[in-house]
């Protein structure tokens, strides 16, 4: 594979059934590269004109398909009859999210976007965040749900000064999710109910909370919840209440997998379904172990539905019939379809890709296995690091890899203690000890290959939390002969009051804001090691990466250049943390271009 093969894939995603049909999302890199198209393809074939639609959502008796079509200043539902036809117009808005039917077909939801009027161009900040990354400010905005019928009449069904995370419809009420703290947003949600009868709280107790599905019978809520009292590591729980109010109850006593889909790909446009509760179960993903598996409990059973080495990222069911996407460490998505026990490939857009399958390869790190993988070639190696650190490697596609697999480097990638998929102990124990025993796990790995695998010369790069582990490495070692960092922390100081997420994520990570623990928040922050650096260094950021915003960026390339040391800085404009995924196709292709070029001159 080469960096230009983007224009080649095509992304499958968010597939939904209805009476034995399939709709789901086909979309492509525009050749300008400036952006992407995407349709709404049933059954193998093209159903709406396209460019820019998403979406499909079946009305309740099938016989309509609703679907959004973004454009130049915002989105607009649209509808089709599932036989075909003139795709009309139901309401426009800036901001349409998470489209869903009532159970009468009579209206649609979404989540939109409130804006407080104001004339002056001057933002008056009264929260925290006030921007977030890929959404830019929102100052002035909150997100809510809205209820439109098919005749174009909208009406908002929540309003405050709060942001609705999540929803769900019942038979004549809607559930939602919301957050009770603005400084710790991630462990005080709670569910409320809206009906006839007016708004009221029906979860027991606050906690982090999930995706939740109303039951078929309209009389509980499944959700994913944990109490959140230690890190937002701990592994959400598949439990229910009463759709009336009351506490959480788990469906099973165990459940082992880490809820959704943590791993990393750099193929996908949109996911699609991962969690819902349907007439013979409750259906959900989890991630285990380098695997991201669809499972159904019911009778207080878990039961694998599709699992193996695979990454399923979206499904639908409806009785026996299932489709799902899903991907492999050789295969990028693609969708499935299963009726009874015969399963069918229906898309099958990227046959052409022919790559390398990675090795199995363990290590034993203080007592700790790491689990990781090796695409064998030549004697120049390169490390990968992963970010979260709460997602993982394994079974699914990495173009990136496989581009450089291509050119000759043996490419190897592990999961080290912080990983998701391995047990909630092993995720959580990385909270206070950033740069320790996830450390020692990644060099312990890349030791371990490169004397295995004879490799001459290894280079290392990650982004995020792989790009702080980047910059922690070259401060602590000279193993690596050349490094990427990619939208990296270098500073947890400035981290915890300009990232979107710093206030709280640091405030746990690193334990305490830093104006109570300064000494430890500056031992943990790469900058503090600049001058170890030896390793020649390409900084890789964006300029409107507001999750490890650019600050981080500059403060290492401008140390490194005052101390004289081997390092460039690459800035793109106009995108944000997910570059890597998705970025603008040119600015994806020039960022894999400007990894190769750095390792190929310095390895």
Known sequence: ??????????????????????????????????????????????????????????????????????????????????????????????????????????????????????????????????????????????????????????????????????????????????????????????????????????????????????????????????????????????????????????????FEASMGNSLNTDVLFGTGQGFAWKEDGLYLIGTHRGSAELYRISDEKVEPVVGGEISVEGFDVEGDFLAYVSQTATRPPDLYVRRGKRTRNLTRFNRWVKVNAPERVTVESDGVTVEGWVLRGGEKGILEIHGGPQTAYGHAFMMEFHILNALGYTVFYCNPRGSDGYGEDFATCITGAYGDGDYRDVMAFARHVKEKYGLKSVGVTGGSYGGFMTNWIVGHTDFFRAAVTQRSISNFISFFGTSDIGFYFADVEVEGPPWRNLEEYWRRSPLAYVENVKTPLLIIHSEEDWRCPPEQAYQIFTALKYLEREVEMLLFPGENHDLSRSGKPKHRVERLKAIIDWFERYL
């Not at 019928?149 to 004549?172: A, I, W």
């Not at 559930?175 to 005080?188: D, H, I, L, Q």
């Not at 109910?193 to 029906?202: L, M, N, T």
């Not at 599905?213 to 959400?236: M, N």
């Open 1 to 254: 594979m080469k960096p230009e093969d983007i224009y080649r894939l095509r992304f499958v995603s968010d597939p939904r059934v209805s009476r034995g049909r399939v709709a789901y999302v086909v979309a492509r890199a525009k050749r300008d590269g400036e952006g992407y198209d995407s349709w709404i393809y049933v059954d193998g074939k093209r159903f709406t004109a396209g460019p820019k639609d998403t979406s499909p959502r079946w009305s309740p008796d099938g016989s309509m398909l609703a679907f959004v079509r973004g454009g130049e200043e915002g989105s607009a539902i649209y509808v089709i009859n599932a036989d075909g036809g003139e795709a009309r117009k139901v309401i426009e808005d800036k901001v349409i999210s998470n489209l869903k039917w009532s159970r009468d077909g009579k209206f649609l939801y979404y989540i939109g976007a409130v804006k407080e009027e104001g004339k002056s161009d001057v933002k008056r900040v009264k929260r925290i965040p006030f921007y977030f990354n890929g959404k830019g400010f929102l100052h002035d905005t909150r997100m809510h749900v809205f209820r439109v019928s098919l005749g174009g009449k909208k009406e908002q069904v929540t309003e405050g000064d709060f942001d609705v995370k999540n929803y769900d419809v019942g038979p004549d009420f809607i559930v939602y999710t919301r957050s009770e703290s603005e400084t710790r947003p991630w462990n005080t949600v709670s569910i409320y109910r809206v009906d006839k009868e007016g708004e009221r709280k029906i979860s027991a107790r606050r906690g982090m909370v999930g995706p939740l599905s109303v039951s078929p019978s309209g009389d509980k809520v499944a959700v994913g919840y944990a109490p959140g009292d230690r890190t937002f590591h701990e592994y959400l729980k598949p439990c229910w209440l009463d759709a009336d109010g009351g506490d959480y109850v788990p469906f099973v006593e165990e």
